[in-house]
């Protein structure tokens, strides 16, 4: 387990705190989800909290969204609480529910008053156990002429308008037709869906990257996991994954114009490792996380090219 804050910014000077992360968890070898197991049950659900003004302040702040924007949806995400890791990263076992809706994420983590919500402890799952955290996915995707895609997003989304972020979103329960927990599963039930929940996490990130950039399913490699990057304002926890896509820059231009959910963002930019570097700068800190792991992530691929070849001469 890694845990990282992102102090400073590119000029030595402080970073902009909306750019600050923690990194929750770094996987750099990066875990397929044969390695990846999930826990899934009620006791991992939000806890409310004792300040009834507090909760109250989460309804009302709702009401408030939906007079703004009749048409918002008030699904169910997954939310991570802890998880359990080798000491090699071997395996991973998140702890997840599907109790967080977009009701209490914006009542809790986006609440004006937010930092309230927050329990003092060093421990994550109970520093955040009144947040709602929903757990969001990213995509760090690599062509075949070894550029990286980054969208910025759209000027006209709730979080973050005109940033650069990399594709991505939620993996979503209702893709299981989960809507609520059922505590009356057999043991052999359970594991099952326990499994379907820890698949969903690597079905919805090829998911999210079909419908915000354009390009075919099948043009994609299976993901791997590479950890969870946290942003400090609002601690907004995100699951990153690697994957390449068999298309050069130019051919995912042309699809991108066509993609389900091209609205989401404005451009797109395939970029160098040098040029991401600069423009995670300017990211959410959760996709500033991302670029962290996917920069140890190639690290430790360059390591371990450099041993073999240490290896092979001596």
């Avoid at 996987?27 to 109250?56: K, M, Q, T, W």
């Avoid at 009144?130 to 550029?147: C, F, K, Q, Y």
């Avoid at 231009?253 to 995670?280: C, H, I, N, P, W």
Wanted: glycine share 8%; hydrophobic share 35%; net charge negative.
């Amino acid at each position: 387990m890694t845990s990282t804050l992102a102090g400073t910014g590119e000029s030595g000077g402080p970073v902009d705190p909306r750019n600050a992360f923690k990194l929750l968890l770094s996987c750099p070898s990066g875990l397929p989800p044969s390695r990846v197991s999930v826990d899934f049950h009620p006791s991992y659900d939000r806890i409310p909290h004792p300040d009834a003004n507090l909760e109250d302040s989460i309804n009302e702040i709702w009401n408030r969204r939906l007079e703004e924007n009749p048409s918002l949806y008030n699904g169910k995400k997954f939310r991570v609480v802890c998880w359990t890791c080798s000491a090699s990263c071997g395996w991973l076992g998140p702890r997840v529910i599907c109790m967080p809706s977009l009701r209490t994420f914006v009542g809790t983590n986006l609440n004006p008053l937010w930092e309230k919500f927050l329990i003092p402890s060093e421990d994550d799952s109970v520093r955040c156990q009144h947040t709602s955290s929903p757990l969001g996915n990213g995509a760090i995707v690599e062509t075949s002429d070894n550029r990286i895609l980054v969208l910025q997003r759209s000027y006209n989304v709730g979080e973050f308008p005109g940033y650069f972020v990399f594709p991505g979103g939620h993996s979503e329960p209702e893709e299981l037709g989960i809507s609520d927990h059922q505590n009356d599963k057999g043991l052999t039930q359970a594991a099952d869906l326990n499994r379907k929940v820890s698949q969903e996490m690597f079905d919805g990130i090829i998911r999210e990257v079909v419908e915000e950039i354009g390009v075919p399913a099948e043009s994609l490699t299976d993901p791997v996991f590479i950890g969870i990057s946290c942003r400090e304002m609002n601690v907004r926890p995100t699951a990153f994954f690697f994957l390449k896509c068999n298309m050069e820059s130019k051919e995912i231009y042309q699809v991108y114009s066509r993609a389900q959910d091209g609205f989401e963002s404005t451009q797109l930019y395939t970029v160098s490792r040098d040029e991401l570097r600069k423009m995670a700068l300017r990211m959410p800190g959760c996709h500033h996380g991302g670029y962290t792991l996917y920069e140890l992530m190639i690290q430790t691929v360059e390591d371990a090219r450099q041993s073999s070849v240490s290896t092979m001469i001596a």
